[in-house]
């Protein structure tokens, strides 16, 4: 079965610096996408970024970005110049190319520091 | 954009009550999914659906069953609530391998 693991509970970061949160994931599959849900305290969830298994190049997304690295079943989000609002609960999940089921992390709590 | 609505926002339910969590969606995804979400441990999914009619288990279905009658329309049934599915319960849907999009969550309180 596939597991995505985030191993970091909470993280902060100042305002207009940049940030990184881990994400590592384990599959045999090789057909698969990954992606960065972000809940802020409104509760919805809503996505940050995607990136399909068979793309080489890193997904981007304004000030998000993503270190997708397949060997080592590596999957980190880079959020720069970060802002108050970025402040939420970040959940790294995978989604095998078979199906559509997601499996999501545990998450992980961000606070922003004026 | 596409709409994602749960029936209730909070909810408080009594032991053995038989409770229904309702999901509708207006963008004819044909997957439909519950999760749970409890501090700590994530979204674990309890039951998804990939058709009208078709369900399967998640990581969690003990204590939950589902129904899907209509492709809009997907519910989430505590057979006998007990106080352990106190939780946050979020509907979401999906078209093949695209993002998800999520309703807003039922905060369920089993008393």
């Known amino acids: 079965a596939q597991t995505v693991t985030q191993s970091q509970p909470e993280m902060s970061v100042q305002e207009a610096e940049t940030v990184t949160l881990s994400c590592t994931y384990d599959?045999?599959?090789?057909?698969?996408?990954l992606f960065w849900y972000k809940q802020p305290p409104s509760r919805q969830m809503i996505l940050v970024i995607r990136?399909?298994?068979?793309?080489?190049q890193n997904a981007t997304e304004n000030r998000f970005s993503v270190n997708f690295q397949k060997a080592a079943k590596s999957f980190s989000l880079k959020i720069s110049d970060s802002q108050l609002g970025d402040a939420a609960m970040y959940f790294c999940?995978?989604?095998?190319?078979?199906?559509?089921?997601?499996?999501f992390g545990k998450g992980i709590t961000l606070s922003v520091r004026p | 954009d596409v709409k994602v609505t749960q029936s209730s926002r909070y909810l408080v339910k009594r032991t053995g009550e038989k409770v229904f969590l309702e999901c509708v969606q207006d963008m004819d995804h044909e997957n439909m999914f519950w999760y749970r979400q409890d501090p700590g441990l994530g979204l674990r999914l309890i039951y998804f659906s990939y058709d009208v009619k078709m369900k399967e288990k998640g990581d969690i279905p003990e204590g939950y069953s589902v129904s899907r009658e209509k492709k809009e329309r997907f519910s989430l049934i505590l057979e006998s609530a007990s106080t352990n599915q106190t939780s946050m319960y979020l509907c979401?849907?999906?078209?093949?391998?695209?993002?998800?999009?999520f309703g807003q969550g039922t905060r369920l309180t089993v008393v």
């Open positions: 599959t045999s599959e090789s057909d698969y996408y």
């Open positions: 979401a849907t999906r078209l093949g391998q695209t993002e998800a999009f």
């Open positions: 999940a995978y989604s095998s190319g078979a199906n559509s089921k997601l499996t």
């Open positions: 990136q399909e298994a068979y793309k080489q």
